[in-house]
């Protein structure tokens, strides 16, 4: 999961390790203005060992070359934007992100480029001073909020995609929460101790001179530089923009059509990808990571004009190969359409799943596990329909955890009975997991029986059919409810050997064929034939009294 972090191409890599330098130096900042809550001193210690690493050579060429780079990229990938619609946090984090130079320009210049060409001492009380009881005071607050925003939720889509993120995500919420709650007290702690001494006067004359604080001259130069420097950046963006507008402008002439099974057809510019095609047109297109390359679920299934699409980048070639798509799959968000394409969304937003590839069904050869409760009906004859529910549920409760466990899932519950599949890599593994879970199953009953008896209530009696070979997976039903079915004859041929046990009075069979796949030699055991009905040829299996003993019967047929 670590390589996903990293998946995309170079663009996205760059603001990624640009955006993680910039947010790591804004958390200490925070941190560093927090302290002033709890002691002037520790705040300017902290400030010390801060600036020792950034304001070193090497600090300050890798923080100004990330906030260049960080930038730049930005304005670049609004210009070449083909749509500005989006998700509202991304437009949100888009958004602070434009917002943020314009008061941190403010800030660097009567900080940094103030320390760097007039020798003031930018100490923090020294910022903080400068601002207090002013509007600059509400507007760096509010910067300070813009930046830890537009970060977390930078953050937050670049680590989602990690297995560990989603539970850390209430914790992760609560340090969110902290962070500029700690920085804002900070800074106003500190902001009313400073200001009262410059209020109070008797300290005013040395705090300046301790500061080199700036003379009307060097205000009015740094006001100066401050103005040059918005204004580069407000014709920075303009360029931006109007380069966004131009493209729109040359590329609407050109249009390329493309379908969407079991959804709109549409008409949309060339040069875009298909994902952004997608959302230009308001068609539903589920993307994790916003579009990035870094993950796949925006893959579609290209039914018609693939042969148009040029073959897929190292990026998207390596994201593919982590799901072993087949060759008519690609991710939405990596290929641009430049003549009419027919395709199929894996995956959409309201949850429902196309049905042009995996739903077709895919052939395995897997163990079934058929199991059913005797004598349910006489048991339950006269008993309150809560009462029946109650007791299936109990039993139910007792007995999955065993198939489950073992590697199992239960396809469906029947009545008083259940369906269970064991998909694995290989058969003999698929084999074996159905023989742990029945073993297990037959502990569990003799458990449960004997709480039952506890209770005065006789015990339970079950069968259990366990047979593999092949099968087909796949979604049957209606497009919007089509729930996952198992298909094929080693279904009906598990289910007749749960019947068969009713008539042996046993617990479980086992067919020959499962055992020879678990790697058993099937000769070694006591097997009976039986004609199953629906069962073209007699079928070999082995007959167990009881499940829980299956493992001696095992042992016994190896020696």
Same mark, same amino acid.
């Given at each position: ?6 998946? /995309? ?26 302290? /002033? ?25 890798? &923080? ?34 434009? &917002? ?80 500029? /709650? ?55 963006? /303009? ?8 493209? #729109?402008?040359? #590329? ?92 199929? #969304? ?127 997976? +796949? ?58 009905? +629906? ?18 019967? &095992? ?5």
């Amino acid at each position: 999961m670590a390589s996903a972090l990293w998946q /995309g191409n170079w663009i996205s890599r760059t603001r990624i390790i640009t955006g993680l330098v910039l947010f790591a130096y804004a958390f200490f900042h925070f941190l560093n203005i927090g302290l /002033g809550l709890l002691s002037p001193v520790w705040m300017e210690e902290f400030q010390d060992a801060r600036l020792a690493i950034t304001r070193s050579g090497l600090g300050s060429s890798i &923080l100004y070359a990330s906030l260049i780079l960080h930038a730049g990229l930005a304005l670049w990938s609004l210009a070449r934007r083909r749509s500005l619609k989006m998700r509202f946090s991304e437009g949100l984090q888009t958004l602070l992100g434009f &917002l943020i130079p314009l008061q941190l320009l403010n800030h660097l210049v009567f900080t940094r480029y103030s320390h760097e060409i007039f020798g003031t001492n930018d100490e923090m009380p020294y910022v903080i001073v400068l601002m207090w009881n002013s509007p600059e005071a509400w507007q760096q607050s509010a910067l300070l909020l813009a930046v830890w925003i537009h970060g977390c939720i930078g953050l937050h889509y670049w680590l989602r995609l990690t297995h560990w993120w989603r539970a850390a995500i209430p914790w992760m919420a609560g340090l969110a929460v902290l962070v500029p /709650g700690f920085a804002l007290a900070g800074f106003l702690t500190e902001g009313r101790r400073i200001f009262g001494l410059f209020a109070e006067g008797s300290q005013r004359p040395a705090l300046m001179e301790d500061y080199n604080w700036p003379s009307n001259e060097t205000f009015e130069a740094l006001f100066q530089a401050n103005s040059e420097a918005l204004t580069g950046f407000l014709v920075l963006l /303009g360029l931006a923009a109007a380069a966004h507008v131009l493209s #729109r402008v040359l #590329r609407r002439r050109r249009a390329v059509r493309i379908r969407y099974a079991f959804g709109p057809e549409i008409r949309a510019e060339r040069g875009q990808t298909l994902l952004e095609m997608s959302q230009a047109n308001g068609v539903l297109h589920t993307s994790l990571c916003g579009g990035k390359g870094r993950c796949t679920t925006c893959r579609v299934v290209v039914d018609e004009g693939g042969e148009t699409l040029p073959p897929p980048s190292p990026a998207e070639a390596r994201s593919l190969e982590r799901v072993k798509a087949p060759a008519n799959m690609r991710l939405a968000c990596q290929i641009q359409p430049q003549a009419p394409l027919t395709v199929t #969304r894996m995956f959409r937003p309201d949850g429902q799943k196309g049905r042009a590839h995996a739903s077709q069904g895919s052939e395995q050869q897997l163990a079934i596990l058929f199991l059913d409760m005797r004598g349910f009906t006489a048991r339950t004859s006269g008993q309150l329909p809560y009462d029946v529910v109650f007791l299936l549920n109990r039993f139910f409760d007792a007995i999955v955890p065993a198939i489950t466990e073992a590697g199992g899932t239960v396809d469906k519950y029947l009545g008083d009975g259940l369906l269970a599949l064991f998909e694995a890599q290989t058969p003999a593994l698929s084999a074996q997991a159905a023989l742990d879970a029945a073993a297990a199953i037959g502990t569990a009953l003799q458990d449960f029986n004997a709480q039952l008896a506890a209770d005065g209530e006789p015990d339970i009696r079950i069968g259990i059919g366990i047979h593999l070979g092949e099968l087909v997976l +796949g979604e049957i039903g209606s497009a919007a409810h089509a729930p996952r079915t198992i298909i094929g004859g080693s279904v009906n041929t598990a289910s007749r050997l749960e019947a068969q046990t009713k008539e042996l009075g046993i617990e479980l069979l086992i067919s020959a064929r499962l055992l020879e796949a678990a790697g058993y030699d099937a000769g070694r055991f006591a097997l009976q034939e039986f004609q199953l009905r +629906g069962v073209s040829r007699p079928l070999a299996a082995l007959p167990v009294d009881q499940a829980a003993a299956l493992p001696r019967v &095992l042992a016994a047929g190896q020696r």
